[in-house]
């Protein structure tokens, strides 16, 4: 687990061993578009299994509380909250981190 202010051990276990190269960031970036088309199938996955679920005739009144999911029910709100609150999120954050290159600037201009 990592503890906020800590550097993930790879990354520490990298920089002890190499400095940040361009090859070293082009490898990083490469397993990042693979977890990214890992996340992207993962959620493939779990749409499918809540579009296999069936949608409760008293749905409404479960999403307000005033009875009780059943398993049906909470699987695809969990699901779709997973999706939407974390899966989403980190295929948006992690591709953007795999296609990142820094604007280098023109000779003469400051940064």
């Known amino acids: 687990m990592i503890k906020e202010g800590e550097p993930p051990r790879i990354l520490t ?3 002890k061993r190499e ?3 361009q090859e070293a960031e082009a490898r990083a970036q490469a397993e990042l578009q693979k977890i990214v088309r890992d996340l ?3 959620r493939t996955r779990l749409m499918a299994i809540h579009g296999s679920l069936p949608v409760p005739p008293t ?7 005033e009875e009780e999911m059943d398993v049906s029910m909470e699987i695809r709100v969990i699901i779709e909250c997973v999706i939407d609150d974390s ?3 980190a295929i948006r954050d992690l591709g953007t981190a795999a296609a990142y290159q820094p604007v280098v600037p023109e000779k003469g201009q400051e940064t």
């Open 13 to 15: 276990a990298m920089t």
């Open 19 to 21: 400095p940040p190269t």
């Open 40 to 42: 992207e199938a993962i």
């Open 59 to 65: 749905e409404g009144m479960m999403l307000l509380g």
């Open 87 to 89: 899966i989403r999120p």
